[in-house]
């Protein structure tokens, strides 16, 4: 078990920059593959980002690729996402997410990831 604490969201107008971070507590984060999610008010949780275990391999949406990225650094038990270039359609509350027997490949599938954060506002304005 992991428990994951994001931080760094705000208010930010469009076309500048955010980046968040995921603090996780528990011995074994680095056999975890770490997502990103988020969720804007009456939507779905979608996937963002994520990353495998060695952090090797990552995945993007879409609709972030080329302006978000993710990172790991194991040794400090975080996960980034910097998030470049931001447009108001990325207003959202940002969850960082774990996945335990999933952790080998980069998952963009919510139900592969074990634990969750509790979430960090992110505000593009225009």
């Known amino acids: 078990q992991v428990q994951l604490v994001e931080s760094g969201g705000g208010l930010v107008q469009a076309g500048g920059s955010l980046r968040l971070s995921c603090a996780a507590s528990?011995?074994?984060?680095?056999?975890?593959?770490m997502g990103w999610f988020r969720q804007a008010p009456g939507k779905e949780r979608e996937f963002v980002a994520s990353?495998?275990?060695?952090?090797?391999?990552?995945d993007y949406a879409d609709s972030v690729k080329g302006r978000f990225t993710i990172s790991r650094d194991n040794a400090k038990n975080t996960v980034l996402l910097q998030m470049n270039s931001l447009r108001p359609e990325d207003t959202a509350v940002y969850y960082c997410?774990?996945?335990?027997?999933?952790?080998?490949?980069?998952?963009?599938?919510?139900?592969?990831?074990?634990?969750w954060g509790q979430g960090t506002q992110v505000t593009v304005s225009s």
């Open positions: 528990g011995r074994t984060f680095s056999s975890y593959g």
């Open positions: 990353v495998s275990w060695s952090g090797s391999s990552t």
């Open positions: 997410a774990a996945a335990k027997e999933t952790g080998w490949y980069p998952s963009s599938r919510r139900y592969d990831y074990d634990s």
